[in-house]
């Protein structure tokens, strides 16, 4: 392989399997379920206590449906993440539960949930009878809360349920246990990135900050960009390959100016540019075929067409005998006497006297008999070689005879220009197949896609000297994609949001906002632990990006400190699952059933991974007495101000 041309992986994701039954109890306490819920993939698990506490989470499947269709992967039913497979084919049908990180769709969810408990294989009968730890969003709308809370008390009934932010959960997966540290969290995920606070290890909400950029929305710049650059191939480059593009090839640029000014360099372009090959055939258009392999695939064709035309026979054969059946049964029954079946089975057959019905036996009964000659005809045929049957389409031209036919008269002054009129007289020397009446199924066509045609023009003659068509430019270098600033541009945008057009402010400047809110000593404090996790922090550059912005905007001298996540992507569900085991007969940290039926769905227990629960304030309405009074009150005053006017 040449250098830095790198082929499409295209990845397709195979069905998960079942897993056999899961973990019941440890000791009195059922294990707890691990969801992290994320808007780009969902990862299930369970918190096994012990020393090792399992491997990574069981399950990892992309968080969209889709609709099946009747008889489609051997199901009408709705699939889920990995059983979809490819999702290219499928794009236009998705549907994803989320909007941008915040589930709204119950029923989407609920399959979602559905795949999750099937094939972690959950044992209870009727219930999933497991404490689940499941991820939701920063701030999260109380509606959103409502819906999921609602969602596993009502239809799966769950004991009890603990809510937690997968940022936070990451956070403290990377600190030492029980650790009351403060710092600053970015996390950038496939729909937004947030700038999140920490004070005394809990989560300062009221200075977290949103920015509505994530992976999802680098990954359409970039499809914009290639599709710009070739128009060609359009349709090749599609979502999926641009993650890919986007995991694999891209990186942060520390300073992007500068980056930009090195990619003019034709030898930095060259050594660091990425050439993606798309798929491509490497058929020619030309024919190399000599004329015994032209003869063969003719023979071929021809032998196809004839089984093809022998089916059809088969098959209206097959039909007719059963519609003659039908309308010898109808005699019989006039014959036998039965007059009232009689008229109706000719009503039935839409047919007015028993002399037309006659005649459509006498009509069937040909067409039988002649088709089932056919059939043995064309048996007989078979067995013949095609060489000898084959179609000649015409003769030589010495065969054909011509008729001259010189028109006198006005002309016969004038340089002699005749009229002729050829009667070509063609001959075959053996019959062809019927193919008037072919209908091929759709599955015959698709077979026949790839046929020359059967009847070809060209008189059969000396055979030509075979030509190689060799293309006029490489094939492979056509389908390559040149990925060079693109690089660096798509991520890039996470830091310029006006890259594509978006009036937000970047990570950096977001950053400096936060920090502005806060005395000097707590920002010092905060930038000792500025910490990144997420899926879209994993590219390369991220912490070196992330400390020269740091350093740009801190004063002199001063001290600072970046950390990656160990696995920015599954740190989330790791810590989680820590949690839990640490908490797991910890009471005031799950919600219940019963408090659920008391204080609603929106309701939730805080602890040091959660949001700041905020509740409905409801007006407070006054009392029917209270309001007598006032319009009493005001009654009054108006009868007092109208006698002093008077």
């Not at 979602?112 to 009878?129: A, E, P």
């Not at 956070?171 to 004070?199: A, D, W």
């Not at 908490?583 to 805080?606: A, F, M, P, Q, S």
């Not at 309001?627 to 009868?639: E, I, L, N, Y």
């Amino acid at each position: 392989m040449a250098a830095n041309v790198f082929p499409f992986r295209d990845a397709r994701s195979a069905p998960d399997p079942v897993l056999e039954a899961g973990p019941v109890a440890h000791g009195l306490l059922p294990v707890p379920l691990v969801l992290d819920n994320g808007s780009f993939q969902v990862r299930a698990g369970w918190a096994c206590p012990g020393q090792d506490p399992g491997p990574e989470p069981r399950l990892q499947f992309r968080a969209v449906c889709a609709r099946g269709r009747g008889g489609a992967r051997g199901g009408s039913g709705p699939q889920v993440g990995n059983a979809l497979g490819s999702l290219e084919p499928l794009r236009w049908m998705l549907r994803s539960p989320f909007d941008r990180n915040v589930p709204v769709n119950l029923e989407l969810q609920e399959l979602l949930l559905d795949y999750s408990f099937q094939h972690l294989g959950v044992s209870s009968q009727g219930c999933v009878d497991h404490p689940i730890v499941l991820t939701e969003a920063v701030c999260n709308p109380l509606y959103s809360r409502q819906m999921m809370s609602e969602l596993l008390f009502e239809c799966y009934g769950i004991p009890k349920v603990a809510y937690g932010i997968d940022s936070l959960f990451s956070f403290y997966h990377n600190k030492p246990k029980n650790s009351m540290c403060s710092g600053l969290i970015i996390s950038s995920g496939y729909q937004c990135t947030h700038v999140l606070p920490i004070l005394e290890g809990r989560l300062d909400a009221k200075n977290c900050k949103r920015i509505n950029l994530g992976g999802s929305q680098a990954a359409g710049y970039l499809q914009r960009l290639l599709q710009l650059k070739y128009p060609g191939h359009l349709a090749a480059i599609t979502l999926s390959r641009m993650e890919e593009i986007l995991h694999e090839h891209s990186y942060i640029a520390e300073d992007y100016v500068e980056e930009l000014h090195k990619w003019r360099c034709p030898d930095y372009y060259e050594n660091n540019v990425h050439k993606m090959q798309l798929p491509f055939s490497s058929k020619l258009l030309g024919s190399t075929l000599t004329s015994e392999e032209k003869q063969e695939r003719r023979q071929q064709q021809l032998r196809r067409l004839q089984e093809l035309n022998a089916r059809r026979r088969e098959e209206k054969l097959q039909l007719d005998q059963e519609r003659l059946d039908r309308l010898l049964y109808v005699q019989e029954l006039l014959e036998d006497g039965q007059m009232d079946q009689f008229h109706k089975a000719l009503i039935e057959l839409n047919m007015d006297s028993p002399e037309e019905l006659q005649s459509y036996i006498q009509k069937l009964s040909s067409a039988v008999e002649q088709a089932k000659q056919k059939i043995l005809q064309a048996e007989v045929n078979l067995e013949v070689d095609v060489v000898d049957s084959k179609p000649e389409l015409k003769k030589p031209l010495e065969t054909q005879s011509f008729t001259i036919i010189s028109i006198p008269g006005e002309f016969e002054g004038v340089s002699q220009r005749p009229t002729t009129q050829c009667q070509a007289q063609y001959t075959r020397d053996a019959e062809t197949p019927d193919l008037e009446q072919l209908e091929p199924s759709l599955e015959d066509v698709e077979s026949m896609n790839d046929f020359d045609p059967l009847f070809s023009e060209e008189t059969p003659g000396v055979e030509k000297p075979v030509t190689t068509v060799q293309p006029v430019f490489n094939l492979a270098a056509y389908h390559q994609l040149f990925v060079g600033t693109e690089r660096i541009r798509a991520p890039e945008i996470i830091f310029q949001p006006s890259l594509i057009g978006e009036e937000q402010a970047g990570i950096a400047e977001t950053l400096q906002y936060i920090l502005d809110r806060y005395p000097k000593d707590v920002q010092e404090t905060l930038v000792q632990n500025v910490f990144l996790t997420g899926g879209n922090t994993m590219y390369p550059g991220m912490k070196a990006r992330m400390e020269k912005e740091l350093l740009e905007m801190r004063p002199f001298q001063s001290s600072f400190q970046v950390q990656l996540a160990s696995n920015p992507v599954l740190d989330a569900w790791y810590g989680a699952r820590d949690w839990a085991l640490d908490h797991l007969d910890d009471n005031e940290v799950w919600i219940t059933r019963k408090e659920y039926e008391e204080k609603g769905g929106e309701y939730l227990k805080e602890h040091r991974a959660s949001n700041i629960y905020v509740p409905i304030r409801l007006p407070k309405q006054a009392s029917r007495s209270s309001d007598a009074q006032a319009s009493s009150k005001g009654s009054a005053a108006g009868g007092g101000g109208a006698g002093e006017q008077a």
